[in-house]
């Protein structure tokens, strides 16, 4: 059995340990963001569409990691303006693209005989495969959305709590709406090799709601957020590589006991 200090020092866990962490601090203020505005929903769409990008890139032969980012990019837009029709309901909308783009996408990579993937690593997150490629390309990401959110967390924040007020204030809305889907798409699109399509909207959404019965603003509720989640990351990773389960799903699962923990101790507080 590896010691731990032998498997810390390895280069395939410091890879996965960096994408991780990353993946989780970055979540803590955009997941605070989606269960305040619940958008769970969104997230769950735009993880779905993601299998349709990694179809088409592997089709074409072209980077799968840029055709996963333009998929979610273009459905997150689809999203934003499908949501301002007033005929189909938002929920109805969200259903339609959520299970045909995956079903898509299955249909698509089954029916290319010359190419074989992996559909498992993609579903539920192959963590530990991660490679200097996949970690620049996290780190980036992660670097680019953090940036954003700091720019315009104000805005956000306005536009969560009331919008109409916001719009007086001089805030596009829309435009403000738009910039917090399309933060999501690129979350998601980077996160797969991580939690998987199934799973990346659990650790947008289960750390901020495990955080949000003990902060007593939005900022402190955004940093406690990341600190579960990145609690959950490296308790995942070491309870998955011994334990011999897969990443992905362990990580959500010691996020999912953090939210149960907390929430008995809150509840207890409160009696």
Request: net charge neutral; glycine share 6%.
């Amino acid at each position: 059995m590896i010691t731990i200090t032998e498997l810390i020092t390895a280069d395939f866990f410091l890879f996965a340990l960096v994408a991780g962490l990353s993946l989780a601090l970055v979540a803590g203020p955009l997941g605070s963001l989606i269960v305040w505005r619940r958008m769970s929903y969104f997230g769950d769409t735009l993880a779905h569409s993601a299998l349709l990008g990694i179809a088409v890139g592997l089709i074409t032969n072209s980077n799968p990691q840029m055709a996963i980012i333009i998929s979610c990019l273009l459905v997150g837009m689809l999203l934003v303006y499908l949501d301002k029709s007033p005929k189909i309901s938002t929920d109805t909308v969200l259903g339609i693209l959520a299970h045909s783009t995956l079903a898509i996408g299955v249909v698509i990579l089954a029916l290319t005989e010359s190419v074989r993937v992996n559909l498992e690593a993609y579903l539920f997150g192959a963590l530990l495969t991660i490679n200097v490629i996949d970690l620049i390309w996290v780190i980036a990401i992660m670097l680019i959305v953090t940036s954003t959110l700091y720019c315009f967390w104000n805005d956000f924040l306005s536009v969560t709590v009331h919008a109409e007020l916001a719009k007086t204030e001089g805030i596009n809305v829309e435009r403000t709406h738009l910039f917090l889907v399309l933060l999501i798409a690129l979350i998601i699109a980077v996160s797969m090799k991580i939690v998987g399509v199934l799973l990346i909207t659990s650790l947008l959404i289960i750390p901020p709601a495990a955080a949000r019965k003990f902060a007593q603003s939005p900022e402190k509720m955004a940093i406690l957020a990341s600190l579960i989640g990145a609690a959950a990351v490296v308790l995942g990773l070491f309870l998955a590589f011994y334990v011999n389960t897969p990443v992905g799903p362990t990580i959500v699962v010691v996020a999912t006991i953090f939210f149960l923990v907390l929430s008995v101790f809150a509840r207890a507080q409160k009696e």
